[in-house]
């Protein structure tokens, strides 16, 4: 056995790695002498369930939680396909799972069966298969599906690329690149069309770059592209990122003739003679960290990496740990602003407002930790859990008479919920459970879980229609909307965004925008809701223009439900509850 051939294992896991893939990389770590060298990559199980491409490792191990068991059988069904030659071994939580699994196409194993002896017969009687004489024979650092480079081979081009920099006190760029709402063609065109879209997106790469230039596909829909620059590494960063914008902008042709338009985000590093010390490893963690930070503000842009952001990746790291337990310890709770009837200044609605306060007192904004709980599906979860208690709190009111089933209860719904299969009825169970009418839960959307416009997504909207709830179209005016969209879609109020509003008294144009957004919603049957009213000149603003619903500070900010109670029964005059 040559010393110098490489085995690669990929550990993936559901929520965080476990004792598996310490066993692992300890047994990995007390053979370090022997060869083959041995390599252990990990990646989340939600990145390969919904993107389960070509893989180009030597052993998978894939750990199932009990929440994923129903779908071993077609992940297994679906790896014989892609990758029929890579060995893929099923780790369940417990042997009883086994028997539940029928005409299995892969082995399955649970943490009590990984011990030396079973790693040593994975790895060294599957490594004696390969005679390699060189680093890494070709075949290995080749992607099949597009023709490009892979993880395996980007890293050692990296490599490469940072001693020839240091020789020749030269630069690079490292562009990662991912395809934003790629799962979409997956769900609403099949895996085949995302197949042929990704190999599309591969030559439109190539056409915004030099020959010379290396180009990898490293996960399902994420890409890489090292430049090497004799100097100006920002500026061709720079230009590079808005030539692959603007190209994914324009959408690309598949061989079926079908025409997609997908964005991409792109996070950007680069390697200096000052920052000679980094390695590939740390140079591929930034310009994730910086892939990331584009991601998190809606995608569609770059970004190039700063120290701020390795700041700002540590606080999520930080927040995700902590984030893990914080429902069972009841950290998260609910705040309600209440919606007024600009006709009568009376409370006519409520929205429910996520709030995360740690034990320490500290209160974790919004726009931090949905993010992270969309990124670990905890959103399903506890997406449920704020329809149910704020149609517990709504059916409560209603209870104490202090409001009537006129009024409702709107809800902020995130477009990774719109895909889950179990949304509507968990929907309608909150519904049953709480005894609320379906018309009284109004379904708060943003434009941009909107503008996907997948199939499925248009069936669950439609599916929420069926059961009477009302939907929401937030923030708008920022988006992408279009006439088309707003006829096609089935929205029963728009929500004009509040930037709008706070720069009325500023700027005509905006007067101009508002009038023309209320006018447009009322002729095409809806309803307009207004958030961000801060002065009595606004609220006066957009009650002559004929505003059905003003929302913001002037009336009140977000409040516990027991001060929305009283807050209530002194606007609407009603009688005072006994008790809560």
Known sequence: ???????????????????????????????????????????????????????????????????????????????????????????????????????????????????????????????????????????????????????????????????????YHSELV??????????????????????????????????????????????????????????????????????????????????????????????????????????????????????????????????IFHSDLGRIAARRINLLNKIRNAFQRREFYLNYQPIMDASTDRVRGFEALLRWQLPDGERIPPNEFIPILEETGMIHVLGSWVITQACEDLSRMIQLRVIDNRHWMSV???????????????????????????????????ESSLMENSEFTLATLADIKQIGCHLSLDDFGVGYSSMNYLRILPIDTLKIDQSFIRNYEGDQSDKAIIRTMVSLAHNLSKKVVAEGVETKKVANFLKQRRCDYLQGYLYAKPMSFPELVEFTQAKNHAPKAARL
Request: proline content about 4%; hydrophobic content about 35%; some cysteine.
């Open 1 to 167: 056995m040559n010393s110098f051939f490489e085995f690669s294992i990929l550990y993936s896991y559901q929520n965080s790695p476990c004792q598996a893939e310490h066993l692992i990389r300890g047994f990995v770590d007390k053979n370090k002498d022997r060869p083959p060298k041995v390599n252990v990559s990990t990646v989340e199980n939600s990145e390969l369930i919904h993107n389960p491409l070509g893989l180009t490792f030597d052993l998978v191990f894939i750990s199932m939680g009990e929440s994923e068991i129903n779908r071993v059988n077609e992940l297994s069904n679906r790896f014989s396909e892609t990758s029929p030659r890579t060995p893929i071994i099923f780790l369940l939580p417990h042997k009883s799972y086994v028997s539940t699994l029928n005409n299995l196409s892969h082995q399955t194993a649970t943490l009590d069966d990984i011990n030396d002896d079973f790693l040593a017969d994975k790895i060294y009687n599957h490594s004696q298969q390969h005679t390699y004489l060189s680093s890494t024979p070709p075949s290995l650092t080749i992607d099949a599906l597009t023709g490009l480079g892979n993880r395996r081979g980007v890293f050692e081009h990296l490599n490469h690329a940072i001693e020839h920099s240091q020789l």
């Open 174 to 303: 490292l562009l990662y690149i991912n395809c934003d709402n790629f799962n979409v063609i997956n769900e609403s065109l099949g895996y085949r069309s995302g197949d042929l879209f990704l190999s599309s997106f591969a030559g439109l790469l190539r056409s915004t770059v030099a020959e010379s230039d290396y180009l990898a596909r490293v996960t399902a829909d994420e890409f890489m592209i090292v430049i090497n620059s004799n100097t100006d590494a920002l500026d061709i960063a720079t230009l590079i990122s808005q030539k692959i914008l603007q190209a994914s902008r324009n959408g690309v042709f598949l061989s079926t003739g079908e025409f997609l338009e997908i964005p991409c985000s792109i996070g950007v590093t680069l390697y200096t003679p000052e920052r000679e010390h980094l390695s590939a490893e740390n140079l591929m963690r930034e310009a994730r960290i910086a892939l990331n930070s584009v991601k998190n503000r809606g995608g569609n842009a770059f970004k």
């Open 412 to 446: 902020n719904v995130s477009p990774i919920q719109l895909l889950d299969h179990s949304f509507t009825t968990r929907l309608q169970q909150s519904l049953s459970q709480t005894q609320i009418n379906p018309s009284q839960l109004h379904i708060e959307l943003t």
